[in-house]
């Protein structure tokens, strides 16, 4: 068959959010890695925002090590860090008051002048009456000149600040100035790893998406862009994002500051809503399991926060501190997993969003595909598919009916380890692939007599866009 084993639970108690969990201290080995993936990870994020190419390196070979044991595909996500967008380095703590002017320069050296340093050059982005949030919006202020490199604002609320904290600019167009030298030698470092998928901050509109796909293309990686939406710009620019990335991060921090708090709920939900109809993952981040840092129990509210993305629609949910610096990172997997079934086999309610007319052949097939396996009461759908294309388009159709995807691609099976109830499995190409994958799931018992299979496999295995034939297959 494959190096990867079959799961040893019924395909009906599948889990079909997926869970993205972040490689970090907490985590920092491959018996925590083994954990998280055991426990519940499909996807695991290295935050290259910290640690070096060589520990990145390391934890890449301890996720493949671990997903092959564990007998399943993972997705590895690298999440470049984009502008320094911070305050600089001082000493003490800065006292704001109501009314104060602050005056911001590059790398400053002129503190004890009361100049305070930047890690990144405001003065070449802002314009007079542009706000800037510092210390993740606790002091507001608003641009009042720009002049000789030194940005000049004036406080709107009383508050403290430290170095090194956050900056947002909800008001400021970076103009396609998100790409930074250490992601560039990031990225680079990434094509030679075996890297999924690109994480890219800060995005503000498509113009940025094209430029890390040919970057990508130029080092002939075959890692997929997933849109970290955290921008003012990037919701302004939604749709068109959303369309030319592969998937979605709703990274809900950033967000939260650059846009009112309680937006936030809905531009998730919208961000969910064309992500079905485009058929791109989706993915809800930040804070979903805060309190588990320090506590081996979580809150009420973030119980919530974890059902409603999974009542929504969402693809994945993702864990961040959570796993990476706190100190229940394999609990926090295991609860996420456990609000998740929970949600998923006692929903009341169905995500419901617009219906938009799609005449494409891919559409067609799905639809015909699903209404098919519905009207037979199936146990699963098992699609062949080459790239993706053809699972992702079943996927977006939020079917009652388990996705299997059976492809002869390794790195498909593990991009695909983040879509809506697709389980992947590889299987060398050939007419009988489907066939030949449900009689091993048979042997391991997660197919039993009697269950009903719907199979939508191509003319041409191995050829991409090529899904024509649909077929009803009843377990012997």
Not at 306 to 320: E, N, P, Q, W
Not at 367 to 386: F, G, R, W, Y
Not at 446 to 452: A, E, I, K, T
């Amino acid at each position: 068959m494959t190096d990867l084993t079959a799961p040893n639970v019924p395909i009906a108690e599948f889990k079909r959010t997926k869970i993205i969990a972040t490689v970090g201290p907490s985590t920092d080995s491959f018996d925590h890695v083994l954990q998280l993936i055991k426990y519940g990870a499909n996807g695991l994020r290295l935050n290259f925002s910290h640690g070096t190419h060589e520990e990145h390196g390391q934890r890449i070979k301890w996720i493949r090590k671990a997903a092959k044991a564990a007998g399943k595909p993972v997705a590895i996500i690298q999440d470049l860090q984009g502008p320094k967008v911070r305050l600089g380095d001082f000493d003490g703590v800065i006292n704001v008051r109501r009314g104060q002017a602050l005056r911001f320069e590059y790398i400053s050296k002129r503190f004890d002048e009361g100049i305070i340093p930047t890690q990144y050059d405001l003065s070449k982005k802002v314009k007079r009456g542009e706000r800037i949030y510092l210390y993740d919006g606790k002091v507001r202020t608003t641009v009042s000149s720009v002049k000789d490199g030194i940005v000049h604002v004036k406080a709107e609320n009383d508050g403290i600040l430290i170095k090194r904290k956050g900056m947002n600019l909800p008001d400021t167009d970076f103009g396609g100035d998100i790409f930074t030298k250490k992601d560039r030698e990031d990225l680079a470092y990434g094509s030679t790893q075996d890297i999924d998928y690109v994480a890219l901050s800060f995005v503000q509109t498509a113009d940025d998406i094209d430029n890390l796909r040919k970057r990508l293309k130029n080092l002939n990686s075959p890692a997929r862009i997933i849109a970290k939406i955290e921008t003012k710009a990037a919701v302004d620019n939604l749709e068109d994002i959303i369309k030319a990335s592969d998937a979605v991060m709703i990274a809900r921090g950033d967000l939260a500051v650059e846009t009112p708090a309680e937006s936030v709920p809905i531009v998730q939900r919208q961000i969910i809503g064309l992500g079905i109809r485009y058929a791109k993952p989706t993915i809800v981040a930040t804070q979903m399991l805060a309190s588990m840092t320090e506590a081996p129990e979580p809150t009420r509210a973030e119980v919530s926060d974890i059902a409603t993305a999974v009542l929504v629609g969402a693809d994945c949910v993702m864990l961040s501190d959570e796993t990476a610096s706190g100190r229940y990172p394999i609990e926090a997997v295991q609860v996420m997993k456990r609000v998740i079934r929970y949600t998923e086999s006692n929903a009341p309610v169905k995500p419901v969003f617009p219906i938009y007319e799609d005449s494409s052949k891919a559409a067609a097939i799905s639809d015909a595909v699903i209404n098919l396996a519905t009207s037979v009461k199936a146990t699963a759908i098992v699609a062949e598919t080459q790239s993706g294309a053809t699972a992702l388009a079943l996927a977006a159709k939020r079917s009652d009916v388990p996705l299997i995807a059976v492809t002869d691609s390794i790195r498909t099976a593990q991009q695909l380890a983040i879509v809506y109830d697709v389980k992947s499995y590889v299987q060398p190409v050939s007419a009988q692939a489907a066939q030949k994958l449900t009689d091993w799931l048979q042997r391991q018992k997660v197919l039993v007599p009697g269950n009903m299979i719907v199979t939508a496999t191509g003319k041409y295995p191995g050829v991409v866009g090529t899904t024509d034939t649909i077929k009803v297959r009843v377990i012997e």
